[in-house]
């Protein structure tokens, strides 16, 4: 999807890029050779071909950072399938939802093929290193929740990369709704040990991990897990209709 964009080149906007989607042009390599039968001026039509020379020597040169400042950040997601090598699918539980007065307890990161969970009290402070190696995040709520909660704490980390908070591209396809009813209505399953488990037990457990119990340590560790290892599965299920449902809204304004 990253090389069927135009948004993200200077003074071209989603108009421009629907109507050449419109016209039935969807990649760079498409719009270079068709131009001439797209109804679009010769000065953004220069200005096109410039930012797509641009993109192609950033997308080669694996330059996550310059589509992360130049894509509106609700469009991140369309970068995903180029840089999905460098992938942090990231979840935190917390002791409520505050930053100012509730604290992290785990940060779970799955970058696709390793789950990791950082515990308070035994190794948070390694997510400050973990979150540089990735070029792409992505989470549910995450833009609310998840990373201001991370950049209170850590304040360092500066969390310039890609970014997609799936619950909103989510809700453009007619997901709503929490994580856990959006898995259902995908038929994504959890483990017998954590189905029915809320982000209020979340706490709980942390508690009674606090009076020593390392079962219920166990537990919050495997919930984490499970959060971070199905945002991979969602991803992957529904990009493909994040797509559909870009392209379809292009031809229904070339309609109008």
Not at 96 to 109: E, H, K, R
Not at 221 to 234: F, P, S
Request: with cysteine; net charge negative; charged share 30%.
């Amino acid at each position: 999807m990253l090389t069927s964009t135009y948004i993200h080149i200077p003074r071209i906007g989603r108009t421009i890029e629907e109507r050449i989607w419109s016209c039935g042009i969807k990649t760079w390599s498409e719009f270079a050779e068709c131009q001439d039968d797209l109804p679009i001026s010769a000065a953004k039509k220069r200005t096109i071909l410039e930012g797509i020379d641009e993109s192609v020597q950033r997308l080669r040169a694996r330059d996550s950072g310059f589509f992360a400042q130049s894509l509106p950040k609700s469009e991140h997601w369309r970068a995903y399938s180029d840089f999905k090598d460098r992938i942090a699918f990231v979840d935190i539980e917390t002791t409520g939802l505050s930053p100012n007065y509730d604290y992290m307890t785990v940060v779970g990161i799955y970058d696709g093929k390793k789950t990791k969970t950082y515990v308070r009290g035994i190794d948070l402070d390694d997510v400050v290193c973990e979150f540089a190696k990735y070029d792409f995040l992505v989470t549910f709520n995450g833009a609310r929740f998840d990373l201001p909660f991370i950049k209170h704490e850590y304040p360092e980390i500066e969390f310039n990369q890609l970014h997609t908070d799936l619950m909103y591209p989510l809700r453009r396809i007619g997901y709503s709704g929490g994580l856990k009813p959006i898995e259902r209505t995908l038929g994504i399953t959890r483990s017998e040990d954590t189905t029915g488990i809320t982000g209020f037990d979340a706490v709980r457990l942390w508690h009674e991990y606090e009076r020593g119990s390392a079962d219920a340590l166990e537990l919050l560790l495997k919930y984490n897990r499970e959060d971070i290892v199905n945002l991979e599965t969602i991803v992957e299920l529904v990009h493909p209709k994040f797509v559909e449902h870009a392209f379809s809204a292009a031809c229904g304004a070339g309609a109008r």
